[in-house]
């Protein structure tokens, strides 16, 4: 026991001799980079100690392994070079005993790592980020004037009366989200930013209004709140790109990056020497028609053909259709100025990139089609892209014939309906039963683990009794695409497929094939 204490102990002091070491040059190194920025007034000198120090256990991250690799080296050298080891290894101190004990602060070190890692550090990180925001919140606050709104970005305004000394009097703060119709409005006595470190706004007693829904608004009074300016990391100033000896260099105010980079020569183009058809369409319809087909397409069936949508164009229409064999989706728009037809089969891919890059506005656009290519020009697009070699299945024959039994019910009530019937469904089992009576709907679903749910529903239905499955994923992506507060369904039989669409329009039609339950 007394060889096992001496050999941890010296394992264990040279570990914190070379750590120690070592964090002091990292330290200093640190320190004189922060105190540099700070004297170019790029970030607080006060928060220059705690930078500093909530980045120690990330240096540990990467001391500790190398320390406690020197310490095991050097200590093996110390005892064998003053004979001690030969000594120990008479008294029964072998290799595999030398082995073990290493085990021992091998394993402290892992475990401290791994605490550091993904305990200790992401809240450091975090916190640091939001020391360094300190003097660009401080300097954007200060920049304020009263009587005058000011837009930090696109998501924030702000107005305030009058300032005195360090806060705000009389505020109004509108926060909006760009990527959601949601919003949240401030109205508040004072507002002072917190300047100790962490970069939130402090609100005195007042209001706030959100809004998540176009008919929802939710107001709370508070007496103090904190909000953080999250603004600020998205003001990070001038980026700067420069390109020399093939390395490009980015580099803004608290970053700098250095990337390779490949001749331009190198760029494939895509060569088009064949006859083309030219048609003029907006592009908002065209943006519709890709939006609410291009999820049933299918991905990856051995029929190419499916794994594309269709674009027709005749007698002034635009027809975009989507099938995987299982569902179809079908939306027509009008097109300005007619031209000629056209019967092309747009890759999956090439669909679903297309949706995002078209803006929902009037913009006229050009179709440039041909044998096996398609073309999509504007102002700031120019978007090309091989077509799918293939004869498309005649979508019309999918349509089911005979008189429909129509329904019609509300689309967030059926939404949620199945929302809630789906908890039960996996991968493999995937149905839903509807079994329709007048003025009613009842949905059923189970699973093989003998788990099942039931729901009734007030619909508007004067049919005969019906019994139908369906797949709920299907089901919920239709609902989804729909806009109307009311959906309709047109049912045919217990064995044949049911059409989907709005009660007031048919520019979207959706067929969705039963189920056998």
Same mark, same amino acid.
Not at 43 to 50: D, E, L, M, S, T
Not at 134 to 139: C, D, M, N, R, T
């Given at each position: 026991?007394?060889?096992?204490?001496?050999?941890?102990? *010296?394992?264990?002091?040279?570990?914190?001799?070379?750590?120690?070491?070592?964090?002091?040059?990292? &330290?200093?190194? /640190?320190?004189?980079?922060?105190?540099? $920025?700070?004297?170019?007034?790029?970030?607080?000198? $006060?928060?220059?100690?705690?930078?500093?120090?909530?980045?120690?256990?990330?240096?540990?991250?990467?001391?500790?392994?190398?320390?406690?690799?020197?310490?095991?080296?050097?200590?093996?050298?110390?005892?064998?070079?003053?004979?001690?080891?030969?000594?120990?290894? $008479?008294?029964?101190?072998?290799?595999? !005993?030398?082995?073990?004990?290493?085990?021992?602060?091998?394993?402290?070190?892992?475990?401290?790592?791994?605490?550091?890692?993904?305990?200790?550090?992401?809240?450091?990180?975090?916190?640091?980020?939001?020391?360094?925001?300190?003097?660009?919140? #401080?300097?954007?606050?200060?920049?304020?004037?009263?009587?005058?709104? +000011?837009?930090?970005?696109?998501?924030?305004?702000?107005?305030?009366?009058?300032?005195?000394?360090?806060?705000? @009097?009389?505020?109004?703060?509108? &926060?909006?989200?760009?990527? /959601? #119709?949601?919003?949240?409005?401030?109205?508040?006595?004072?507002?002072?930013?917190? !300047?100790?470190g962490n970069g939130d706004l402090n609100f005195g007693k007042g209001f706030s209004?959100?809004?998540?829904?176009?008919?929802?608004?939710?107001?709370?009074?508070?007496?103090?709140?904190?909000?953080?300016?999250?603004?600020?990391?998205?003001?990070?100033?001038?980026?700067?790109?420069?390109? @020399?000896?093939?390395?490009?260099?980015?580099?803004?105010k608290n970053f700098h990056g250095d990337f390779a980079t490949i001749s331009a020569?190198?760029?494939?183009?895509?060569?088009?020497?064949?006859?083309?058809?030219?048609?003029?369409?907006?592009?908002?319809?065209?943006?519709?028609?890709?939006?609410?087909?291009?999820?049933?397409?299918?991905?990856?069936?051995?029929?190419?053909?499916?794994?594309?949508?269709?674009?027709? +164009?005749?007698?002034?229409?635009?027809?975009?259709?989507?099938?995987?064999? +299982?569902?179809?989706?079908?939306?027509?728009?009008? *097109?300005?100025?007619?031209?000629?037809?056209?019967?092309?089969?747009?890759? !999956?891919?090439?669909?679903?990139?297309?949706?995002?890059?078209?803006?929902?506005?009037? *913009?006229?656009?050009?179709?440039?089609?041909?044998?096996?290519?398609?073309?999509?020009? *504007?102002?700031?697009?120019? =978007?090309?892209?091989?077509?799918?070699?293939?004869?498309?299945?005649?979508?019309?024959? %999918? =349509?089911?014939?005979?008189?429909?039994?129509?329904m019609v019910v509300g689309k967030e009530t059926l939404q949620s309906a199945l929302? !809630?019937?789906?908890?039960?469904?996996?991968?493999?089992? /995937?149905?839903?039963?509807?079994?329709?009576?007048?003025?009613?709907?009842?949905?059923?679903?189970?699973?093989?683990?003998?788990?099942?749910?039931?729901?009734?529903?007030?619909?508007?239905?004067?049919?005969?009794?019906?019994?139908?499955?369906?797949?709920?994923?299907?089901?919920?992506?239709?609902?989804?695409?729909? #806009?109307?507060?009311?959906?309709?369904?047109?049912?045919?039989? #217990?064995?044949?497929?049911?059409?989907?669409?709005?009660?007031?329009?048919?520019?979207? &039609?959706? %067929?969705?094939?039963?189920?056998?339950?």
């Amino acid at each position: 026991m007394i060889l096992n204490r001496y050999f941890l102990k *010296t394992i264990f002091s040279y570990t914190l001799a070379i750590s120690v070491v070592f964090i002091l040059i990292i &330290v200093s190194s /640190r320190s004189i980079q922060y105190l540099e $920025q700070a004297s170019k007034g790029e970030i607080n000198p $006060q928060v220059v100690f705690y930078v500093v120090l909530y980045r120690l256990p990330e240096f540990l991250e990467l001391i500790l392994p190398l320390s406690f690799f020197m310490s095991v080296v050097l200590t093996i050298g110390k005892l064998s070079s003053e004979n001690e080891l030969t000594i120990m290894e $008479q008294l029964g101190f072998s290799n595999s !005993r030398i082995y073990s004990l290493l085990s021992i602060p091998a394993v402290l070190i892992a475990l401290l790592i791994f605490f550091f890692s993904l305990v200790l550090n992401p809240g450091l990180d975090l916190r640091v980020k939001s020391l360094l925001e300190i003097k660009s919140l #401080e300097e954007t606050f200060d920049a304020l004037l009263p009587g005058e709104f +000011h837009k930090l970005n696109d998501s924030y305004l702000i107005y305030a009366k009058e300032k005195r000394n360090d806060e705000l @009097k009389d505020v109004f703060l509108l &926060v909006k989200d760009s990527n /959601r #119709e949601s919003s949240l409005t401030i109205v508040a006595e004072g507002l002072r930013p917190n !300047r100790s470190g962490n970069g939130d706004l402090n609100f005195g007693k007042g209001f706030s209004y959100s809004k998540e829904e176009p008919d929802e608004i939710f107001s709370v009074k508070f007496d103090n709140l904190k909000l953080k300016a999250d603004f600020m990391s998205k003001n990070s100033g001038e980026v700067n790109f420069e390109l @020399k000896d093939g390395k490009l260099t980015v580099s803004s105010k608290n970053f700098h990056g250095d990337f390779a980079t490949i001749s331009a020569d190198d760029f494939p183009e895509l060569e088009v020497n064949e006859d083309q058809t030219n048609t003029t369409v907006m592009s908002s319809a065209l943006k519709r028609i890709l939006t609410k087909t291009s999820f049933s397409m299918a991905s990856q069936d051995v029929r190419y053909y499916l794994n594309g949508l269709l674009l027709e +164009h005749s007698s002034g229409e635009l027809k975009g259709v989507a099938t995987d064999g +299982h569902r179809l989706a079908l939306s027509v728009s009008e *097109t300005k100025g007619g031209g000629p037809e056209m019967r092309n089969i747009l890759p !999956r891919k090439a669909a679903l990139e297309l949706a995002k890059l078209l803006s929902p506005d009037e *913009t006229p656009i050009e179709m440039l089609v041909g044998p096996t290519y398609i073309g999509i020009k *504007t102002d700031n697009l120019n =978007f090309a892209s091989k077509l799918i070699d293939g004869k498309y299945p005649d979508y019309e024959k %999918v =349509f089911p014939s005979g008189e429909p039994l129509p329904m019609v019910v509300g689309k967030e009530t059926l939404q949620s309906a199945l929302s !809630r019937a789906s908890v039960l469904s996996n991968e493999k089992y /995937r149905g839903v039963r509807f079994e329709l009576s007048k003025g009613a709907l009842k949905l059923t679903a189970n699973n093989p683990e003998q788990e099942s749910a039931e729901e009734v529903l007030e619909v508007d239905y004067n049919g005969s009794d019906l019994e139908v499955g369906f797949n709920i994923g299907y089901l919920i992506d239709v609902l989804s695409s729909l #806009e109307e507060e009311s959906v309709m369904f047109e049912f045919y039989g #217990e064995d044949s497929s049911c059409v989907i669409k709005e009660p007031s329009s048919e520019n979207e &039609v959706y %067929v969705i094939m039963p189920m056998r339950l």
